[in-house]
């Protein structure tokens, strides 16, 4: 089956009121961008919905696979195109239909005539439609709410273009819509599930790893970069920022005591964050933390933690228990790259008693002891920045 033109709808960006073109260009740029290396491929944006063309048909198959993962596309449906005659219009509804089970399943046929001047009204070319297939499918029933398949039939000046598949897409908002965040991006299953979910309110991101060389591998560095460029997937491409932490790490876990070690760790990589993210123009830092899953996820620790920045702290699982965070990271495809065996700088110094509820000026006095700023300006400046996805000429071993 040859499909002529995909029909692309808009999710709750269609309830925006003036700023609507805002968010129909930036989704328009996103699909560009996921599109990439497609040739003939144009889009057409209009007010309500926007139309995908591809003159290759292997382009076509290949947008029909990327366009699931964008956001902003509540759904999108292929559609076919043919003469504007009665004949015409039979014809490829056989076509149409006939490219999916229809084995059990129920049908109705909707027809929007756009060019008046089709010989037959709506309700005869449905009823002229409608028993066509009928004959050609009598496995099919009848339904005229809720049916497993909906013929849709647009009459155009142009040709009739006709669809009955409907594929979903990923909801939310257009990645870039609502404005820039920074991601801290740890490598186990939660971080990755959080920039997800962040995208999918239209939040674009850079993400900041801390890497412990040579306690955490360069494996350990290759799996955060494919969490990133997992992420990139989902409309918008992703800036990653690799810190190395060792020296500041064995100087905290030289300097502060064991039991609150992960607290003065988290604000320090939190101080570190705040100022990448301000020198990236992000508004705001996102975590994957969620309450009460480890020590230093508790209301106290939270509370320590957060005291070094007044920057925005995005914490869109806080709520969310282990299970449905597992259930996230396995239907967006990131838990098989997060389960990896190579391990992160905090599960490597992770203390094995840490304090659950750590007083602030407790942390804050242990800290007092050791200047870290030139350490963290050190950090920030001597990062590594990655765009992901690489490119072609681009790899991981280039990267070392």
């Keep these: 089956m040859e499909w002529n033109e995909l029909l692309i709808r808009y999710g709750e960006m269609s309830l925006k009121g003036r700023n609507?073109?805002?968010?129909?260009?930036?989704?328009?740029?996103?699909?560009?961008?996921?599109?990439?290396?497609?040739?003939?491929?144009?889009?057409?944006?209009?007010?309500?919905?926007?139309?995908?063309?591809?003159?290759?048909?292997?382009?076509?198959?290949?947008?029909?696979?990327?366009?699931?993962?964008v956001f902003g596309i509540q759904s999108f449906s292929p559609v076919a195109k043919c003469e504007a005659t009665l004949e015409a219009i039979k014809e490829k509804a056989i076509e149409v239909i006939g490219a999916d089970e229809t084995a059990g399943k129920t049908f109705k046929v909707e027809v929007k005539r756009t060019d008046k001047r089709f010989p037959l009204v709506t309700s005869e070319l449905q009823q002229e439609i409608g028993a066509h297939v009928?004959?050609?499918?009598?496995?099919?029933?009848?339904?005229?709410?809720?049916?497993?398949?909906?013929?849709?039939?647009?009459?155009?000046?142009?040709?009739?273009?006709?669809?009955?598949?409907?594929?979903?897409g990923a909801?939310?908002?257009?990645?870039?819509?609502?404005?820039?965040?920074?991601?801290?991006?740890?490598?186990?299953?939660?971080?990755?599930?959080?920039?997800?979910?962040?995208?999918?309110?239209?939040?674009?991101?850079?993400a900041i790893h801390f890497a412990s060389p040579p306690f955490t591998s360069e494996?350990?560095?290759?799996?955060?970069?494919?969490?990133?460029?997992?992420?990139?997937?989902?409309?918008?491409?992703?800036?990653?920022?690799?810190?190395?932490?060792?020296?500041?790490?064995?100087t905290i876990v030289s300097q502060v005591p064991d039991n609150v070690s992960m607290t003065t760790t988290r604000r320090i990589m939190l101080q570190i964050a705040d100022k990448v993210r301000e020198e990236e123009g992000a508004l705001a830092v996102i975590t994957g933390e969620s309450l009460g899953q480890v020590a230093s996820q508790t209301l106290e620790s939270l509370t320590a933690i957060n005291a070094v920045t007044a920057t925005p702290i995005l914490r869109p699982l806080i709520a969310t228990d282990k299970l449905e965070i597992i259930n996230i990271a396995q239907s967006i495809g990131t838990y098989e790259i997060s389960i990896r065996p190579?391990?992160?700088?905090?599960?490597?110094?992770?203390?094995?008693?840490?304090?659950?509820?750590?007083?602030?000026?407790?942390?804050?006095?242990?800290?007092?002891?050791t200047d870290f700023e030139p350490m963290i300006e050190m950090a920030?400046?001597?990062?590594?920045?990655?765009?992901?996805?690489?490119?072609?000429?681009?790899?991981?071993e280039d990267l070392l």
Aim: proline share 6%; net charge positive; aromatic share 8%.
């Design 219 to 250: 494996l350990a560095k290759k799996k955060v970069m494919d969490l990133a460029e997992k992420l990139s997937s989902f409309g918008a491409s992703v800036r990653l920022h690799i810190i190395p932490f060792t020296e500041i790490q064995q």
């Design 171 to 206: 909801g939310g908002m257009p990645v870039g819509s609502n404005g820039h965040s920074l991601l801290m991006l740890s490598g186990g299953i939660d971080s990755p599930v959080a920039g997800y979910l962040m995208m999918k309110r239209g939040v674009s991101i850079d």
């Design 134 to 168: 009928l004959r050609s499918f009598p496995e099919l029933g009848v339904k005229m709410k809720k049916p497993d398949i909906v013929l849709l039939i647009d009459i155009r000046v142009e040709g009739a273009f006709l669809t009955a598949k409907v594929y979903e």
């Design 20 to 69: 609507r073109n805002v968010f129909v260009k930036k989704l328009r740029d996103n699909i560009k961008d996921s599109l990439s290396g497609l040739k003939t491929v144009i889009i057409k944006p209009e007010r309500d919905r926007m139309f995908l063309y591809a003159e290759d048909q292997h382009d076509m198959k290949e947008a029909i696979a990327r366009l699931p993962f």
């Design 342 to 369: 190579y391990e992160d700088c905090c599960t490597i110094f992770s203390p094995s008693n840490p304090k659950t509820k750590p007083k602030l000026e407790k942390v804050a006095f242990y800290e007092s002891f």
């Design 380 to 396: 920030v400046e001597s990062r590594m920045t990655v765009e992901l996805p690489l490119s072609e000429k681009d790899g991981f």
